[in-house]
Nanobody, 121 residues
């Protein structure tokens, strides 16, 4: 079994910072892309940032210049440093990993349980 466990969410004032972490554990053969998504009340889940196993990154336009995604391939952990937070960043943030649980299986997408980020104005 594979688990993704997120941490680091919370309440912060506008302009503040938070750092999210997500650790993948369990039966893992290899990890491809890892990323963060978010879902605000009444809205669809949207991509925030993604990072490949080689370190290439991609960001939603709304977070470019404010958020930074990084990963530790040894620890199978992905991070999201969020600076200059705005009230519109308020959402549940979900970790996602595209990984293989064994050498003979194709990659599957796994999700964390989500962590709440609330930015007050």
């Amino acid at each position: 079994q594979v688990q993704l466990v997120e941490s680091g969410g919370g309440l912060v004032q506008a302009g503040g910072s938070l750092r999210l972490s997500c650790a993948a554990s369990g039966s893992i053969y290899s990890v491809n892309a890892m990323g963060w998504y978010r879902q605000a009340p009444g809205k669809q889940r949207e991509l925030v940032a993604v990072i490949t196993s080689g370190g290439s990154t991609n960001y939603a336009d709304s977070v470019k210049g404010r958020f930074t995604i990084s990963r530790d391939n040894v620890k199978n952990t992905v991070y999201l440093q969020m600076n200059s937070l705005k009230p519109e960043d308020t959402a549940v943030y979900f970790c996602n990993a595209d990984l293989k649980s064994s050498w003979y299986r194709g990659p599957d997408a796994y999700w964390g349980q989500g962590t709440q980020v609330t930015v007050s104005s």
